[in-house]
């Protein structure tokens, strides 16, 4: 399993919302560059990044800050979505050292773009599903679809997608833990792997995500406990070590 550490991005700063609601951010570092290099400096394997204004907006909105994310990092490899509707766009992360581009929004609406980017770029590509109430929301949250996780997740898999990151809204900011029953009903669903999201609070989440039945996620992707201080990084990072050891 995968910790990732979040860079969340609002106005080029670091920030978190709750419950997906640009009105109600928190910042917790205006150097989105610096915290990056805090996280890699902890152990983290693989950052998470998500411009929120470009999710809105349907473009990137945060580029400077992310691009600044990207040169400061000396070895830890970027998963980047919000804003990511068009094969450009997606090409445009890619060759600026972006590993993995996170499509969501357009996953439900233009389920051809995320075939085609899966295809021509192989292991790079993931699906965003973020889910309130069952149903997969888009445009920064903003709205809800018809479609649930599961039926979002089916219409991929066969396409060679990497990853779905599975994001439970109404857990998401408000560290009241991570929705493992439906994460696992959603990793159970599908063949493609899937990352926990929204929620994280505590080390004892760690050792939940280390039990038998949820080896087939994964990872998970934390934000506001690490920032609190709520979760030792240093611990988190020893338990899954030790967990890969014993396996």
Not at 64 to 75: D, G, R, W
Not at 122 to 135: F, N
Not at 179 to 197: D, F, K, Q, R
Request: hydrophobic share 50%; charged share 25%; aromatic share 4%.
């Amino acid at each position: 399993m995968i910790l990732f550490p979040a860079i969340d991005l609002k106005n080029g700063q670091c920030v978190r919302l709750i419950h997906g609601d640009m009105a109600h951010a928190t910042v917790f570092n205006d150097d989105p560059a610096a915290q990056a290099i805090i996280f890699e400096r902890q152990g983290f394997e693989y950052l998470h990044v998500v411009d929120l204004d470009g999710a809105f907006a349907g473009k990137p909105m945060n580029a400077a800050a992310v691009e600044s994310v990207l040169a400061a990092l000396t070895h830890m490899p970027v998963q980047l979505g919000g804003g990511i509707r068009d094969m450009r766009t997606v090409e445009g992360w890619l060759s600026k050292g972006v590993n993995r581009v996170i499509i969501g929004t357009a996953a439900v609406r233009d389920p051809d773009l995320v075939r085609e980017a899966a295809r021509k770029y192989p292991g790079q590509i993931a699906i965003g599903v973020d889910a309130r109430d069952g149903l997969v929301a888009v445009e920064g949250w903003a709205k809800s679809s018809q479609l649930t996780a599961v039926e979002l997740g089916k219409r991929f898999e066969d396409a060679g997608v990497a990853a779905i990151i599975y994001t439970d809204i109404a857990r998401d900011g408000v560290l009241k833990g991570l929705n493992i029953e439906a994460t696992l009903a959603l990793a159970n669903a599908l063949n493609i792997p899937v990352i926990a999201s929204g929620g994280l609070a505590s080390i004892s989440d760690i050792e939940r995500l280390l039990e038998p039945d949820c080896a087939r996620l994964a990872g998970a992707i934390t934000g506001r406990a690490l920032y609190d201080g709520r979760l030792d990084p240093e611990q988190a990072l020893k338990l899954i070590k030790a967990r890969r050891a014993a396996a």
